[in-house]
């Protein structure tokens, strides 16, 4: 399936990209047998490369069987999935599973954050995030067609951004129905937070920015 987008949306995603400053990395994580949107999420990342300036997304290719020891060194289970680095990345900003619909949009937002080394973060919570000192794993369960999904994604790579304890994880969740049925998501945006397989903190909904800090330290204060 070749992903369709309209010449108008090519339009607002190269003017929004023209105001990139420092080089976003996206490594891309591919496997041929067990990938139901690989092609198209290696498409989708192509695309919005080539939209923005030359030289500010390079894109690396990471395939199972050619790859393997860099697949493993990243931790990468589910393909596809995308991490995306920068200089100003201190933690883990991941997406599993294709960043189409709603997502897209997550997806052209975290390049600028990342290129522009801004979190767009309150600053009063931002300085509780830079205090987390142990290891937190949030996973946001989304679906492309969930219009309130990307708030949540978002802000799970904003506290991943700031803080190098964290990980920030969007999940498609139609396409890894195991673990969405792990954590019970009946309802996107489903949010887990964990440390290492421990569940620590779980909501549905997507939270303003005020409720998600207080449930990223309410997981802080009850992980060891």
Known sequence: MSINISDDIKHQVKEMLLHMENTVTAKLFLSDDRCLTCNETKEIIKIIADLAPEGKIKLEEYKTGE????????????????????????GKLLLTGIPSGYEFGTLIEDFLDISLGKVTLKEENLKKIEKID????????????????????????????????????????????????????????????????ELLVEFEGAYPEDGFTSKLLEAYKKAK
């Open 134 to 197: 142990k290891s937190l794993y949030i996973q946001v369960f989304i679906t492309p067609t969930c219009p309130y999904c990307p708030q949540a994604v978002r802000l799970a790579h904003k506290s991943a951004m700031a803080n190098p304890n964290i990980v920030g994880e969007m999940v498609e969740a139609t396409e890894f129905p195991e673990l969405a049925q792990k954590y019970y998501v009946m309802g996107v945006p489903k949010t887990v937070i964990l440390q290492g397989d």
């Open 67 to 90: 790859n393997d020891d860099e697949i493993e060194k990243y931790g990468i289970e589910n393909f596809p999935a995308i991490i995306l680095e920068g200089s100003s990345v201190k």
